[in-house]
């Protein structure tokens, strides 16, 4: 079955940095592009970013542009997420997202999801 496992969440200090990964198993990982989704207290969860498989492009919300990168190694089955200028408002959990449906982009709600990992940014 497909699989996601996240780590590398934490608590950290406004201006921290952290790089969240993202394994997958249990399917050709490097066909499918990955997203990362965040879920703050009280919002909605929200599409932060997503790298293709094909030509591996990058999107970012506006929220993040600049500060968050996301990449990805195929090879080691893994996507990441390094986050950069942390502020008190990018507390979330934080999850990667991939969908069969997504050969050629993030498009849509996907249907697998990894766990989650906790990011706190606070003084």
């Known amino acids: 079955q497909v699989q996601l496992v996240e780590s590398g969440g934490g608590s950290v200090q406004p201006g921290g940095s952290l790089r969240l990964s993202c394994v997958g198993s249990?399917?050709?990982?490097?066909?499918?592009?990955i997203a990362w989704f965040r879920q703050a207290p009280g919002k909605e969860r929200e599409e932060i970013s997503c790298i293709t498989s094909i030509d591996g492009r990058t999107y970012y919300v506006d929220a993040v542009k600049g500060r968050f990168t996301i990449s990805r190694d195929n090879e080691k089955n893994s996507a990441y997420l390094q986050m950069n200028s942390l502020q008190p408002e990018d507390t979330a959990v934080y999850y990667c997202?991939?969908?069969?449906?997504?050969?050629?982009?993030?498009?849509?709600?996907?249907?697998?999801w990894g766990q989650g990992t906790q990011v706190t940014v606070s003084s």
């Open positions: 249990g399917f050709t990982f490097g066909t499918y592009a």
């Open positions: 997202a991939t969908d069969m449906a997504w050969l050629y982009a993030c498009a849509g709600s996907p249907d697998h």
